[in-house]
C-alpha cells in the first residue's frame, strides 16, 4: 500500500445471512483516501454505505461476514486485527461522528463524564483530562465551554450535540475521522457551521476524513475526492472535479441530474430516477444499474463491468466508461 | 430538583388521601353490622347504640372519612373494640417484622435477580442466557406459598438446618435464622421478575445509538456494560422494585402464615376473620401508606439516576 494514504480499501465483500437467503451487501469494493484528504461517499439508501463504514471499525452486525478483501490502516490490514487491538484503534486512531446527535451522547451521563471516559487509555490525571475536553469544547464553538462540562446531552440543542460530537471524536487527533452524515439531521444554517468547522479543524488537525452524505452540494465543498456508490458497489470514484464536471458512471450522471440544488428554473416536480434500487439476494448477471440505465447495451446485462480506471484517477465500473461523459 | 421531590412528595400525600377515603368507604358498604359483630347478637340495644356512637358510625359517611382522616394526620388510628389497645401499638408491634422480611426478601431477590439479567443480556441467546431464562419463568411461575412450605420440608423437617416458625427469641442470630426461610420464599419469585425485566432492559438500550457511539470510542465493554447500559437499563427496575417492595407488605400473609410469623399481612388476615373493623382500617392504612412510600422513594433514586426525569418539573 501506499504510505500517502490512511486507508486502502481493496475488494471488500461483505455478506449478510438474512431470512431471504444471502446478502451480497458489499461487492468489490475499493477506495483510497490519502493523507490529510477530505473523501466523500455519495449514495441512495441502502447502497452499503454504513455497511462500509462498520466494516472499517469492526462493527458489523453478528450475522454479516467479510468474505474477501482487505481494509490497510496505516499499512495494517484491519481485516486480521483481534478484537482487542481493532478497540485500541476505534477512538484513538479512527474516530466517528454519527447521524442523529439527539441520539449518538448517553442520556444519563453528563457530556464531561463522556468526554473524559473516552481518554481511558492516557495514563494522565483527570484535571488533565477535563483540560483537554474544555479545550475541544472551545475549539468547536460551545459557549462557555467549563460549566457545560457537566450538563447532560438533553440540555443542549441538535447542534451544540452534534458540535459535541465532533469535540469528542477530534480530541484524541485521530489519523482518521469518519463522519456518517453528520449534518443530515440540522437545518441548513447549522449544517454550513458545522461543514466549515469541520474543515477548519481538519486543516489544523491535518487528519484525513471520510465523509459520507447525500447532499452532493456539501460533497462538492468539503471534499477533495468523491466516491458513488451504488447497490453495494462503488460505481464511479475521483476528484470531486471529475466527478462534479465529468461524470462518466450514468449513476453519477443521474444523480448529479436529480439534485435541486443544480436545477436552474423553477419546478414543481423534481426530477428522479425511474426503477428500483436492485434486490441484493437475487443480482442481475450482468451490470447492477442496467435495469434503470438509459444507455444500456445488451453486454451491461450479461456481464459485470469491472471497474476501470479510464482517466488518471478516475475510476468508473461501466463498459461504457470514457464514453458516457457530460454533455 | 428539589421542585421535582416536593411535587412528588405532596402527589404522595394525595394518593394516601385518596386511598384512604375508597378504603373507608368500601369497609363500610360491605354487608353486616360491625357493632352486632362486635357485640354479638344478643346485646342490648342501648349497648349497642353506645358503642356506635362512640365509634362515630352515627355521623354520615363523608363526615366519618374527614373525622378518619384527621385522626390518622395527627397520628392516631384509633382503637381495637376488642382488646382495647391502641391500634397504633398493635399494628407498629408487627410492621417491623414485615418490612425485615420483605427487605431481606426483595434485597437477596436484587442481589441474584440483577445480575442474572445483566448475564443473560450479555450473553443473549447462548446456553448461559436459556439457563438463565427457564430458571426465571420457573422462579415466577411457582406460588410463593409451594415455597415456603416445600422450603420448611427441606430446610426445617429434613435437614433440621434452620428454624421452621416464629420469628426467633429475641436475639439477633436467631431472628436472623427464623428470618432465611420466609425470606427465601417471598424473594425466589422477584428474582425471575428482575432477571427477565433487567435482561429485555439492557437489551433495548445495547440497541440505542450512544451504545453504538460508545463502542465506535473504543471503550471497554465492562465499562460500556456497566456504566452506559446498566445505568439507563437500570431505571424500570427501580420502578418495579419500589412498586414490589409495597405489593410484598400487605401479600406476605401467605408466607407469615406458613412460618406462623407476626407480621402486617397475617395482622390483617385475622382482623378481617373477626371483623374488627379499626384494625383492618389502621393496618391496611399503614400498608397502603407505605406502598406509596417505596414507590415515591423509587421514583425518587430515579430521578437521582436520571437527569432528563428531574428537569422534567
Known amino acids: 500500500m501506499d504510505a500517502n494514504n490512511v486507508l486502502e480499501i481493496r475488494g471488500l465483500n461483505v455478506e449478510f445471512a438474512s431470512e431471504r437467503g444471502r446478502l451480497r451487501a458489499l461487492r468489490d469494493v475499493d477506495l483510497t483516501i490519502p493523507r490529510g484528504s477530505i473523501v466523500g461517499v455519495v449514495g441512495e439508501s441502502g447502497c452499503g454505505k454504513s455497511t ?18 482487505s481494509i490497510s490502516f496505516q499499512g495494517e490490514d484491519l481485516l486480521q486485527k483481534s478484537e482487542r487491538e481493532l478497540r485500541d484503534i476505534r477512538g484513538q486512531h479512527i474516530s466517528m461522528i454519527f447521524q442523529d446527535p439527539m441520539t449518538t451522547l448517553n442520556p444519563v451521563l453528563s457530556i464531561g463524564t463522556q468526554m473524559i471516559d473516552i481518554q481511558y487509555r492516557d495514563q494522565i490525571p483527570k484535571a488533565q483530562k477535563k483540560a483537554r475536553s474544555i479545550e475541544m469544547l472551545s475549539r468547536v464553538g460551545i459557549p462557555d465551554p467549563e460549566s457545560r462540562l457537566d450538563n447532560y446531552p438533553h440540555q443542549f440543542s441538535g447542534g451544540m450535540r452534534q458540535r459535541i460530537a465532533i469535540a469528542m471524536a477530534l480530541q484524541a487527533e485521530p489519523e482518521l475521522l469518519i463522519a456518517d452524515e453528520p449534518t443530515t439531521a440540522l437545518d441548513a444554517t447549522l449544517e454550513v457551521q458545522i461543514i466549515h468547522r469541520l474543515k477548519d479543524l481538519q486543516h489544523s488537525m491535518g487528519c484525513s476524513i471520510l465523509f459520507i452524505s447525500h447532499h452532493l452540494g456539501v460533497i462538492a465543498e468539503l471534499c477533495d475526492f468523491v466516491i458513488v456508490m451504488y447497490g ?86 461501466c463498459h461504457l466508461a470514457g464514453e458516457v461523459s457530460s454533455t | ?68 382522616i384527621g385522626r390518622v394526620a395527627t397520628g392516631d388510628l384509633g382503637e381495637d373494640v376488642f382488646k382495647r389497645k391502641s391500634v397504633n401499638t398493635i399494628v407498629f408491634e ?22 442474572l439479567g445483566c448475564l443473560s443480556a450479555i450473553y443473549r441467546n447462548s446456553m448461559i442466557d436459556r439457563f438463565a431464562g427457564i430458571l426465571s419463568v420457573s422462579c415466577i411461575a411457582i406460588p410463593t406459598f409451594v415455597v415456603a412450605l416445600y422450603s420448611v420440608l427441606l430446610f426445617a423437617v429434613t435437614l433440621k438446618w434452620l428454624p421452621a416458625i416464629g420469628a426467633g427469641d429475641g436475639g439477633f442470630g436467631s431472628y436472623i435464622s427464623h428470618l432465611i426461610l420466609p425470606a427465601f420464599a417471598v424473594g425466589l419469585g422477584w428474582v425471575g421478575y428482575l432477571a427477565r425485566l433487567v435482561r429485555a432492559s439492557m437489551l433495548e438500550v445495547m440497541s440505542e445509538n450512544h451504545v453504538r457511539t460508545a463502542r465506535a470510542f473504543g471503550l471497554p465493554e465492562k465499562t460500556i456494560v456497566f456504566k452506559y447500559v446498566l445505568r439507563l437499563a437500570i431505571l424500570p427496575t427501580i420502578t418495579l422494585i419500589g412498586m414490589g417492595i409495597g405489593i410484598l407488605l400487605s401479600s406476605a400473609v401467605f408466607t407469615e402464615i406458613v412460618f406462623a410469623r407476626p407480621g402486617i399481612g397475617r395482622l390483617i388476615y385475622d382482623a378481617v376473620t373477626s371483623r374488627n373493623y379499626p384494625v383492618v382500617m389502621g393496618s391496611v392504612l399503614v400498608t397502603t401508606i407505605l406502598f406509596v412510600v417505596s414507590t415515591t422513594i423509587a421514583d425518587l433514586i430515579n430521578a437521582l439516576v436520571d437527569p432528563r426525569v428531574r428537569t422534567e418539573g
Request: one cysteine or more.
Open chain 1, 52 to 69: 462500509m463504514i462498520n466494516s472499517i471499525i469492526g462493527l458489523l452486525a453478528h450475522n454479516a461476514t467479510v468474505s474477501s478483501g
Open chain 2, 94 to 115: 408487627q410492621l417491623p417484622h414485615t418490612i425485615y422480611l420483605v427487605l431481606a426478601g426483595i434485597g437477596w431477590a436484587m442481589l441474584v435477580g440483577i445480575p
Open chain 1, 232 to 317: 453495494g458497489e462503488v460505481v464511479e470514484r475521483g476528484t470531486v472535479r471529475d466527478i462534479f464536471h465529468r461524470p462518466s458512471h450514468p449513476y453519477t450522471f443521474k444523480l448529479l441530474e436529480c439534485d435541486p440544488a443544480r436545477i436552474a428554473e423553477t419546478t414543481r416536480s423534481l426530477p428522479t430516477i425511474p426503477g428500483e434500487i436492485p434486490n441484493l439476494a437475487k443480482l442481475p448477471p450482468g451490470c447492477i444499474f442496467a435495469d434503470r440505465c438509459e444507455r444500456s447495451i445488451g453486454l451491461c446485462r450479461e456481464k459485470i463491468p469491472p471497474s476501470t480506471e479510464f482517466a488518471e484517477h478516475h475510476w468508473a465500473r
Open chain 2, 1 to 68: 430538583m428539589w421542585l421535582y421531590f416536593l411535587k412528588r412528595i405532596l402527589l404522595g400525600i394525595l394518593i394516601v388521601v385518596v386511598a384512604v377515603s375508597l378504603l373507608y368507604s368500601m369497609i363500610h358498604m360491605v354487608p353486616g353490622d360491625p357493632v352486632k359483630t362486635i357485640l354479638g347478637p344478643r346485646a342490648s340495644p342501648e349497648l349497642q347504640a353506645q358503642i356506635r356512637e362512640k365509634m362515630g358510625l352515627n355521623d354520615p359517611l363523608p363526615v366519618q372519612i374527614v373525622k378518619f
